[in-house]
């Protein structure tokens, strides 16, 4: 289910947009009546969407979009406005909104507009948790890949010093010794 905040200065649009979002199965995890309470709102709740209206007192959703999108360039923002003037589309659209929806917000229309922001977060839980799998995996070789290249020093089946180097970076050893001695202590009786 989608965690949403809503902006907007009316309170009545508010509580209409909290209702038709209920109607999609999204929760409404904030509301904000400005752009610095939708802000504040977004740094704490992490939504996956923030709807935005263009125009409020203070800080506009404009402005409040610009300062959201520059702390997490992949957020999700939805304006609804009741001015129908290309200048906000505009400048909506190119702060990377998904889309721009006119007041009074037609249901339907606000119903597409989430189905298409839903097919883009189940893209982006899937790749979080593509990312994750292939993380436990590597983590899993790791000590693989730590007695590989011991081994590899032991045997010299690496010589090369920028090889040896970048292995040992990769697997996150700071410093290699400058001297290794290893002695084979066969028949040796202790």
């Known amino acids: 289910m989608p965690r949403v905040v809503i902006a907007d200065d009316e309170a009545l649009a508010r509580r209409v947009l909290r209702h038709m979002l209920s109607r999609l199965d999204v929760e409404v995890v904030g ?3 400005d752009g610095r309470q939708a802000v504040e709102l977004f ?3 992490q939504p996956d969407l923030v ?8 800080l506009s959703g404009l402005d409040a979009a610009e300062e959201i999108r520059s702390e997490n360039p992949n957020a999700r923002l939805l304006f609804i406005s009741a001015y129908d003037e290309f200048k906000y ?3 909506a659209l190119s702060q990377g909104a998904y889309d721009y929806l006119l007041k009074p917000v037609d249901f339907c229309e606000l119903a597409r507009a989430m189905d298409a922001i839903r097919v883009v977060l189940d893209k982006d839980r899937q790749r979080k948790q593509d990312e994750e799998l292939v993380r436990k995996k590597l983590e899993m070789l790791i000590p693989l890949s730590e007695a590989s290249f011991v081994n590899n020093l032991i045997f010299a089946h690496v010589t090369d010093g920028e090889q040896i180097s970048a ?3 990769f697997l996150g050893c700071t410093e290699l010794p400058n001297a290794v001695m290893i002695a084979n202590m066969d028949g040796f009786m202790a």
């Open 167 to 169: 292995l040992a970076s």
């Open 31 to 33: 509301e904000a009546a």
């Open 89 to 91: 589309a505009q400048k």
């Open 51 to 58: 709807i935005l209206d263009v125009r409020m007192p203070g």
């Open 43 to 45: 740094r704490e709740k």
